[in-house]
């Protein structure tokens, strides 16, 4: 059963709490710890944290567990480190225990943070959604890389109207006088014009500065220079 909202989505795993089941979009405190799949025995994922198990070395040392304490990868996701049979193995927090609550991860499918915050693992904020929800959702919540563009390499602000409105239906902020000079390099070149670099940024900057002088310019006109 799918949960009202969230289109294309995998349904979250409810938790039994004193006997009622919560409602649609509620926060469940999930108290549990349960297996990490691949290393039952050896660790589990409870709200958010995974932990190791009690356990003997190869030496017959008693090692005691712990709850694990994550990296934190430069993209803002939680990376553990689990070993099994002497193997060390990376992987990401979110992906354990969303396997964990939620089951496999279907084919094509990617886990989702339903608040945008890549370092909230609590199973209530993970489900299985397609990569273009995924997109969608980090637009929605500021924190797509689009979306933090102020500026293009040549310096000229990404706002309205220099923003190509195709692109940005799509979540990308484009240079819309960037893109107008190469189409324009494009034509002159074709000519037989040999066009340098010096030339091609002058030309993003003369688009850029009528463009945001006249904003109802056409974009053929700026593409042709007219």
């Not at 589990?44 to 694990?68: F, P, T």
């Not at 500021?142 to 979306?147: F, Y």
């Not at 923003?163 to 107008?180: E, Q, T, W, Y």
Request: proline letters at 6%; one cysteine or more; glycine letters at 12%.
């Amino acid at each position: 059963r799918r949960r009202p909202g969230r289109s294309g989505s995998i349904p979250l795993r409810r938790v039994l709490v004193g006997g009622t089941w919560p409602v649609a979009d509620s926060v469940v405190a999930v108290d549990e710890w349960t297996p990490v799949p691949g290393y039952e025995g050896l660790y589990e994922a409870g709200q958010g944290q995974v932990r190791s198990l009690d356990r003997v070395d190869s030496r017959g040392n008693r090692i005691k567990g712990r709850v694990l304490r994550p990296g934190v990868l430069s993209s803002g996701y939680h990376l553990l480190v689990l070993c099994r049979d002497g193997v060390r193995r990376p992987v990401k927090a979110h992906r354990v225990i969303a396997e964990a609550f939620h089951g496999p991860c279907p084919d094509g499918f990617e886990v989702r943070h339903l608040d945008g915050d890549k370092g909230n693992n609590h199973p209530d904020n993970l489900c299985y959604g397609t990569k273009s929800e995924n997109q969608s959702d980090s637009i929605a919540h500021g924190t797509h890389k689009e979306r933090r563009k102020t500026h293009c390499p040549h310096g000229h602000e990404l706002a309205e109207p220099n923003l190509i409105p195709s692109k940005l239906a799509k979540g990308h902020r484009d240079c819309r006088a960037c893109n107008c000079a190469r189409q324009r390099v494009r034509l002159m070149e074709g000519r037989g014009t040999a066009v340098s670099e010096h030339l091609r940024r002058q030309l993003a900057d003369e688009a850029y500065h009528d463009l945001m002088a006249a904003p109802s310019v056409s974009w053929g006109n700026l593409a042709r220079g007219g």
